[in-house]
């Protein structure tokens, strides 16, 4: 079956006709139709891996609702300074979405509206990501990965990474902020990870 591995708000989400998925606040309405333009690679029986995006192709899904994440609890401690600490909960604003179609050519002609978010995260928001990303169905076994063990793997999970597809779709810059997010900078060139994670994903 054909999915497709697209980008918005910063993460990365391989996805089928059908699924339900929760995104970063997006402006748009429940009953909406809206339109992910940034697609990293196309799957299914004619692979197609973007450089950095498949040209023209997109994924289509409607707005089911405008919710909230669970509740973050952010512990702020600062060293060396007396009574500096801070405590503050935070519920980041998602979108649930039901995916209906994935456009492999077409997408500029389509006249449906873009998914867009509705302004950048503030740091909170950034903080409570990984509690409201979970292992999607049908996530691949990223141990498989050179020098991944099951620790970086429940870290990439919170990134919203889980499957090799996304892993193979990286450009530079989802590298150095990958690098940066899990404080293990050069490991994925190091371990090619790309290039093992885009064998992996041909089966």
Known sequence: MMFAVLKTGGKQYKVQPGDMLRVEKLAADAGETVQFNEILMLGGDAPVVGAPLVDDAAVQAQVVDQIKGDKVIHFVKRRRKHSSKRTKGHR???????????????????????????GPAPA????????????????????????????????LHA??????????????????????????????????????AAELAKG
């Open 159 to 196: 990134a919203g990474v889980t499957t090799f597809a996304q892993i193979a779709a990286w450009t530079e810059e989802d590298v150095a902020a990958m690098d940066e997010k899990l404080s293990f900078k050069g490991r994925i060139e190091r371990e090619g990870w790309i290039a093992q």
């Open 92 to 118: 980041q604003k998602l979108t649930l979405i039901r995916v209906t179609e994935i456009l492999a050519s077409g997408a500029g002609a389509t006249g449906v509206k873009a998914a867009t978010g509705t």
């Open 124 to 155: 909170a928001a950034e903080a409570a990501a990984p509690a409201a990303a979970a292992p999607a169905a049908g996530a691949d076994d990223l141990k498989t990965l050179s020098g991944v063990g099951p620790a970086l793997e429940k870290k």
